[in-house]
């Protein structure tokens, strides 16, 4: 089942939230930090608050499995930009230890389906370059690559 997350879920975010951490910083420990996480409990309770920033949780009737937090975004009369609805994947997780089981793929389409159902004509994410599975997944649902961050460590 997916469902919106609420308050008596955060603590659970916050465990998943901290297993993406340790994909980040075994990945590029240079820049993240270990045992942390991208929000903390009050962040995430904002977050929840905000009508914009759904986070949506797959679970089953004991436990969260997983979860994509998400940000609507409206670019209108811009001087640059056409007008269009974005929604943002600004975090995706599965747990490790169930990973493989389609939860990251529901979890997704969840996602696009709720975007079409809202009117966003456009689904984003950024993906850290070296995070091979999630490249290979997010390709395989379809994703193609935006633009390119690059970088020279000095």
């Given amino acids: 089942m997916i469902r919106r997350a609420n308050k008596k879920d955060i603590k659970r975010i916050i465990e998943l939230l901290r297993q993406v ?3 980040h910083y075994n990945l590029r420990p240079d820049i993240f930090k270990p045992n942390t996480t991208k929000y903390n409990e009050e962040q995430v309770e904002n977050i ?13 009737e004991e436990n969260i499995h997983g979860y994509a937090f998400c940000e609507i975004t409206n670019t209108k009369d811009d001087i640059l930009l056409q007008d269009n609805k974005t929604i943002y994947i600004d975090d995706i997780c599965v747990d490790e230890k ?7 793929k529901n979890l997704y389409n969840y ?9 966003c004509n ?15 997944f997010y390709r395989n649902m ?4 935006r633009k ?7």
């Avoid at 169930?98 to 990251?104: E, M, V």
């Avoid at 996602?111 to 009117?119: C, E, M, N, P, R």
């Fill in 122 to 136: 456009m689904v984003t994410l950024n993906v850290w370059e070296g995070n091979d599975d999630a490249i290979k």
């Fill in 98 to 104: 169930i990973r493989g089981k389609h939860i990251g």
């Fill in 21 to 23: 951490s340790m994909v």
């Fill in 48 to 60: 929840l608050e905000d009508e914009n920033k759904p986070v949506f949780l797959f679970c089953d």
């Fill in 142 to 145: 379809g994703m193609k690559v």
């Fill in 148 to 154: 390119t961050t690059m970088e020279t460590k000095l």
């Fill in 111 to 119: 996602v696009l389906d709720y975007a079409k159902s809202i009117g």
